[in-house]
């Protein structure tokens, strides 16, 4: 499992709607999601971005250009 360079906790990188990726850590916590109309439900898994808990994330902060 990967690990954060600077804090050294273990984190998952996760690829984002648009393609970017984004490290979050793990374990991730799986919530069931049941739609209104239909019914059904379906397992999704909720991850905290790392760089919320990360002891040092200014290091890994990009500029908006």
Not at 36 to 57: D, I
Request: with cysteine; net charge positive; hydrophobic share 25%.
């Amino acid at each position: 499992m990967p690990k954060c360079k600077e804090c050294g906790a273990e984190i998952k990188w996760i690829e984002l709607y648009n393609g970017k990726k984004m490290p979050v850590n793990t374990p991730g916590t799986s919530l069931v999601y049941t739609d209104k109309k239909t019914g059904k439900g379906r397992v999704v898994t909720s991850y905290t971005p790392h760089w919320a808990t990360c002891t040092k994330p200014d290091l890994f902060r990009r500029e908006k250009s």
